[in-house]
């Protein structure tokens, strides 16, 4: 035994001088749903297509995703909802129809989706039953609803840049925000006012975005929560990044969004914050090339990982 020990020592001392594997992200269409560990840094490749994933949220259980996709073509008719188990698997088209289908927003018990539908005159908000296929409206008033969230027993959602939130059946509809120079155009591609609530994990607040610099096309945006109750406002950062679409972590202590500029310059990186305000910080991974945009981001149901639309940008 001790004639081998020599020999085992090598082993140890060689092994322990190999570099460690690198971290790659891997590349087969254009957009893909990437799932990125938080405590190994690795990420995967989950589903890819050549056309836009856009609007991607995760179920209640953490099971399966639901976006917005092209069912063929390139008009906003030919936009479609579907869902995708988080393996990759189970690919299944929910609407079909000549509408503009965007955005969905999983109910708490995941049998339902709200989502916004251009039916009539503007972009309305409806619910889908996955179950029966039954499509009911909202709210569709004369005025485009955008960006809607389900947390509990209410539907949070954005009017004439403003923050709403409504009940599920389509009653109690209030303006839950009041930000200065709402609807005000400067050059930024939105007006200024809130956009993109989500709700707490406890129902409690809401957090969103709030245009505050409309000077250039990229727009500068804080991050602000509202509490439901008092309707009192905090603002957590002071930035004027390009920023926005945000996600609760499932305990509710941390915010990951997407900073897509800063100061005029493209990023489409990951950073995440706490929900007191501090620890404001870019999670990005090093490895990732330059022309991999992260678009949206969901946190996984354990909080252990992030999901995220990625696409490789390629200059026309």
């Not at 035994?1 to 092994?15: T, V």
């Not at 698997?89 to 000549?98: K, P, S, V, W």
């Not at 939130?165 to 839950?176: C, F, Q």
């Amino acid at each position: 035994m001790r004639k081998c020990l020599p020999f085992l020592f090598a082993l140890i001392i060689l092994s322990a001088c190999q570099p460690a594997p690198s971290l790659t992200v891997t590349k087969a269409e254009r957009w893909g749903i990437y799932r990125l560990d938080l405590t190994s840094g690795e990420t995967s490749l989950i589903y890819s297509a050549p056309r836009e994933i856009g609007f991607l949220r995760l179920s209640p259980d953490g099971s399966r995703f639901a976006f917005a996709q092209s069912s063929g073509g390139d008009q906003n008719e030919d936009q479609e909802i579907y869902t995708l188990d988080v393996d990759g698997m189970g690919l299944t088209q929910i609407t079909d129809n000549a509408y503009w289908d965007l955005y969905p927003a999983w109910s708490p018990d995941g049998g339902e989706l709200a989502f916004l539908s251009w039916r009539a005159n503007s972009l309305g908000l409806y619910g889908l039953d996955l179950v029966s296929g039954e499509v009911r409206e909202v709210i569709d008033s004369p005025d485009h609803e955008a960006d809607p969230d389900w947390g509990g027993d209410l539907i949070a959602f954005t009017r004439n840049s403003r923050i709403w939130i409504i009940e599920p059946n389509g009653s109690g509809a209030r303006s839950l925000s009041n930000p200065p120079r709402a609807g005000e155009w400067g050059d930024a591609n939105l007006p200024y006012g809130d956009y993109d609530p989500r709700i707490s994990p406890d129902g409690s607040q809401v957090v969103f975005e709030r245009l505050v610099d409309a000077d250039s096309p990229h727009g500068g945006y804080d991050l602000f929560l509202i509490d439901l109750k008092t309707s009192q406002e905090t603002r957590l950062t002071n930035v004027g990044y390009s920023l926005g679409l945000a996600d609760w972590s499932p305990d509710g202590s941390q915010l990951v969004f997407i900073v897509s500029a800063v100061e005029g310059e493209g990023r489409y990186d990951l950073y995440l914050i706490n929900a007191d305000g501090s620890g404001l910080r870019d999670i990005t991974p090093e490895y990732y090339p330059s022309n991999f945009l992260c678009r949206w981001v969901e946190f996984s149901a354990d909080g252990k990982a992030l999901y995220f639309v990625g696409e490789w940008w390629e200059q026309e």
